[in-house]
């Protein structure tokens, strides 16, 4: 039995998740890593991330949530600086719902073989948390994104 759900999740939408929005900023070791979420517009979520090691940016995401039938699909594509992308042009990285409980959302990567669920955890109002986790294997701390709410 997989260690969380492999199907989609019933009458959810992007809506149910607008705890995410908000500008969060963390810490990966010594690197600076950043994701910022729109509020809901359009049916959708929108965010973006950005890793930084050191004075560099290492790479940018360009993330969604959007609605698919009675799917919430969670997409995004990987740039390098200079906006050069990781996918091909037309493809995607894709992250099927797959629970939602309180203020914790689990999606299954689907377009990759033994793919591993993605996590995002509010744990509290300023905290944010997210990991990958594979089947056979429970996520290190120093694994995980751990970013905090940032107001300005």
């Known amino acids: 039995m997989a260690k969380y759900p492999v199907a989609s999740v019933a009458g959810i939408t992007p809506a149910d998740l607008t705890w995410l929005a908000g500008k969060w900023k963390g810490h990966r070791g010594p690197d600076v890593v950043e994701e910022q979420?729109?509020?809901?517009?359009?049916?959708?979520?929108?965010?973006m991330?950005?890793?930084?090691?050191?004075?560099q940016v290492w790479f940018y995401e360009l993330l969604v949530i959007e609605?698919?039938?009675?799917?919430v699909w969670l997409r995004l594509k990987h740039f390098y600086p200079g906006l050069k992308g990781w996918e091909e042009k037309d493809k995607a990285t894709e992250f099927l719902l797959v629970q939602l409980q309180d203020r914790e959302a689990i999606f299954l990567q689907t377009n990759k073989p033994n793919a591993p669920w993605m996590v995002y955890r509010l744990e509290e109002d300023n905290k944010l948390v997210?990991?990958?986790?594979g089947e056979d294997?429970?996520?290190?701390?120093?694994d995980k994104f751990i970013y905090f709410r940032v107001t300005e």
Not at 130 to 133: A, R
Request: charged share 35%.
């Open 37 to 47: 979420w729109s509020g809901l517009g359009g049916g959708t979520l929108m965010g």
């Open 49 to 55: 991330f950005r890793w930084q090691k050191g004075e």
């Open 67 to 71: 609605q698919e039938g009675d799917r």
């Open 130 to 133: 997210t990991y990958f986790e």
């Open 137 to 142: 294997e429970t996520p290190k701390e120093e």
